[in-house]
């Protein structure tokens, strides 16, 4: 079992910043792939961009690519969502996730986000 949660959503402004934190338990924090996903209201949950185990590389959504930076501390068993650039679209509940292999298995309770234009 992991356990993941999420801090650091709140409001901001359009063209602001906000840095989300994903603390994770439970598992060996370096043998995870984690990711981040996002549901607005009203729309399905969307995919937001993930970091891997190995090497650290990482993939995003175009809607968010070059705006939106994951990183990860394995010292500290987070990872984070660094937004920058948000836009009123941006606004939605963002999850954490982790993938011990292919499957995202666990995920956090999400933290809302609120981009006012």
């Known amino acids: 079992q992991v356990q993941l949660v999420e801090s650091g959503g709140g409001l901001v402004q359009a063209g602001g910043s906000l840095r989300l934190s994903c603390a994770a338990s439970?598992?060996?924090?370096?043998?995870?792939?984690m990711g981040w996903f996002r549901q607005a209201p009203g729309k399905e949950r969307e995919f937001v961009g993930v970091?891997?185990?190995?090497?650290?590389?990482?993939s995003y959504a175009g809607t968010v690519k070059g705006r939106f930076t994951i990183s990860r501390d394995n010292a500290k068993n987070t990872v984070y969502l660094q937004m920058n650039s948000l836009k009123a679209e941006d606004t939605a509940v963002y999850y954490c996730?982790?993938?011990?292999?292919?499957?995202?298995?666990?995920w956090g309770q999400g933290t809302q986000v609120t981009v006012s234009s």
């Open positions: 970091i891997r185990r190995t090497g650290g590389s990482s």
């Open positions: 439970g598992r060996t924090f370096s043998g995870l792939n």
């Open positions: 996730v982790a993938a011990p292999n292919l499957a995202y298995e666990y």
